[in-house]
């Protein structure tokens, strides 16, 4: 079983900055893959970043590419999302999620999931 909580979520201006950090527990964090979801009221889901478990595979979503980074820190069982030069349609509710499977996180559906932290940017 893995916990992730997220935090670092807020309100901000169109341009600015915001980082985003996931928090994990578990028997096994270190092996996971991890990685970024979003999804705004009445739209779907979208990927954002992934990130394997050893940190040297990352992909990106196409809607932030060149904007965010994805991040972790497996010392501290924890993983972040950087976000600059943000657009008001950045604005989503944003899951943290794992996966034993890197390719799952970034095709498919991972098996856990935070509770999500709210992200808002005014125009």
């Known amino acids: 079983q893995v916990q992730l909580v997220e935090s670092g979520g807020g309100l901000v201006q169109a341009g600015g900055s915001l980082r985003l950090s996931c928090a994990a527990s578990?028997?096994?964090?270190?092996?996971?893959?991890m990685g970024w979801f979003r999804q705004a009221p009445g739209k779907e889901r979208d990927f954002v970043a992934a990130?394997?478990?050893?940190?040297?595979?990352?992909y990106y979503g196409d809607s932030v590419q060149a904007r965010f980074s994805i991040s972790r820190d497996n010392a501290k069982n924890t993983a972040y999302l950087q976000m600059n030069s943000l657009k008001p349609e950045d604005t989503a509710v944003y899951y943290c999620?794992?996966?034993?499977?890197?390719?799952?996180?970034?095709?498919?559906?991972?098996?856990?999931w935070g509770q999500g932290t709210q992200v808002t940017v005014s125009s």
């Open positions: 578990g028997r096994t964090v270190s092996n996971y893959a």
């Open positions: 990130i394997s478990s050893s940190g040297l595979s990352i």
């Open positions: 999620v794992a996966d034993v499977r890197y390719s799952t996180v970034v095709r498919d559906t991972p098996a856990y």
